[in-house]
């Protein structure tokens, strides 16, 4: 039902700043919960943050004061921006989207590669 989208991942300086955006098709789209997860060469997929469909954000320790999830129903977008980047948040990151009642996301995108440089 729902395809998504990353895109804005790039390479920045440590300390810089990077909005990614995950362009999410289907009808259903507000009713999701939307997640960024981020994954790096050979390690676990680690949660990063989430919006609910009303609106509530919960964010992983690391990144919780740098990191702020948003979305925005009439275009079918979730955000993540990214401020005060490290360099162990080097990864790519993953949208995904969970339908109401599940308790795995349906839905994932196919990754945007953020490099953040020393």
């Known amino acids: 039902q729902v395809q998504l989208v990353e895109s804005g991942g790039g390479l920045v300086q440590a300390g810089g700043s990077l909005r990614l955006s995950c362009a999410a098709s289907?009808?259903?789209?507000?009713?999701?919960?939307m997640y960024w997860f981020r994954q790096a060469p050979g390690k676990e997929r680690e949660f990063v943050a989430r919006?609910?469909?009303?609106?509530?954000?919960y964010y992983a320790d690391a990144v919780k004061g740098r990191f702020t999830i948003s979305r925005d129903n009439a275009k079918n977008t979730v955000y993540l921006h990214m401020n005060s980047l490290k360099p162990e948040d080097t990864d790519v990151y993953y949208c995904?989207?969970?339908?109401?009642?599940?308790?795995?996301?349906?839905?994932w995108g196919q990754g945007t590669q953020v490099t953040v440089s020393s």
């Open positions: 289907g009808r259903t789209f507000s009713s999701y919960d």
């Open positions: 995904a989207a969970r339908a109401p009642g599940n308790s795995q996301c349906d839905y």
């Open positions: 919006i609910t469909w009303n609106g509530f954000t």
